[in-house]
């Protein structure tokens, strides 16, 4: 266990370079890994997708390979059998690239405490480029987290209910 968390953070650490700004490629494309959790976020995610709420408008897609990626997007408490996953996938970014964390879970790893079988959040773990906290964020709140990245404001959402953000960096 000790070792694949080793190898785990020497491997992000190296390669924790910042986000960078707006640049050549837009948008900007998220590839997203699931590494636990309910899967709540993950749905939260897709609804995003689904175009309701303008995302790509944003600037913003999601990649369907890391190697086509910019952003590596974690939901989920990270799991020692999904460590090596989100490993391989941040080796086949291109840089420079950087870390989102969408729900506790990703963060600190919320409702799923450490165990044998779940290392927790990627907090103290990796670098992390931006944290969107909830459990979980609504699609509006993780679209406001995004745009924050840029000091942007979100477009008003076509989904009545959607709302407020509480994201940090
Ligand atoms: S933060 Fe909440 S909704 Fe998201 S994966 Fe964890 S338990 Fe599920």
Request: glycine share 14%.
């Amino acid at each position: 266990m000790g070792l694949i968390r080793a190898v785990f953070d020497a491997s992000f650490r190296q390669g924790s370079a910042r986000l960078k700004p707006v640049g050549p490629r837009w948008p900007l494309l998220l590839f997203h890994v699931d590494t636990g959790g309910c899967g709540g976020c993950g749905m939260e995610l897709e609804a995003l997708a689904a175009g309701g709420y303008d995302m790509q408008g944003a600037g913003f897609g999601f990649a369907s390979t890391p190697q086509g990626a910019d952003v590596l997007l974690i939901t989920g408490a990270l799991t020692y059998a999904m460590a090596p996953v989100l490993e391989a996938a941040w080796k086949a970014m291109p840089t420079p690239k950087g870390v989102i964390c969408v729900g506790n879970c990703a963060i600190d790893g919320g409702l799923f405490p450490e165990n044998y079988t779940i290392m927790g959040g990627l907090n103290r773990k990796v670098h992390i480029n931006l944290r969107i906290k909830g459990c979980p964020p609504t699609p509006q709140e993780v679209l406001d987290g995004l745009c924050s990245l840029f000091g942007q404001r979100a477009p008003a959402a076509a989904y009545a209910g959607a709302s407020s953000s509480s994201t940090s960096s």
